[in-house]
């Protein structure tokens, strides 16, 4: 089992659709989460981070995490066609003082006009 | 402000030729430094990482090596690709002691 589960899609909307792209994982040791954006050949960007439980929001997006299920979730609101793209969520896990990330698979989203 | 630059963009070799792609970090000191290579539709896959100059973990036995000659450059190799060395390579940094990773812009490469 990965640590990180992710639904791959593709995930088609409307233009203005409150969109809610989700995650699993399975490693308890888990305190803290990411969601990267990545445009078609091009590298991730990160798009926001929070730790522990609760709700993070940056703008129209909002990142959600319920660790009690070990379920994490990125909202978009009012989406746009500039938001399609695929999603990584990621959590980091520890070895020695480097830090490294354990990433989702991605989940492709279409906004479409 | 910090800055990632990856080079090149795109490369095609053929199998059995030498590989250098390299990366470098403007505006840090001292940064955690990371080679990933992304296959479609896996996710991403952690090659080596390195905390400074001279000091590589590599996390997945492969033909490829890294190498880090100076603070804020990383340069991935390999003596002899293989086509299954074909796939899209990221470089990232990190602060010491943070999680959040910023990547370049990637290099997509084809072997043939």
Redesign the interface.
Known sequence: QKEVE?D?GPLSVPEGAIVSLNCTYSNSAFQ?F?W?RQYS??????LM?TYSSGNKEDGRFTAQVDKSSKYISLFIRDSQPSDSATY?CAA?SS???????T????TQLTVLP | SQTIH?WPATLVQPVGSPLSLECTVEGTSNP?L?WYRQAA????Q?LF???GIGQI?S?VPQNLSASRPQDRQFILSSKKLLLSDSGFY?C?W?R???????????T?LTVV
């Open positions: 992710q791959p803290y990411m990267y050949r091009k590298g991730p960007e990160l981070y990584l980091p070895s020695g003082s480097a830090r490294q990330l990433f989702g698979s991605g | 990856q955690n990371y539709g896996r996710g991403l952690l990482y390195s905390v973990s996390e990221l990232a990190s010491g002691g943070r999680a959040e990773a910023f990547f370049g812009q990637g997509r």
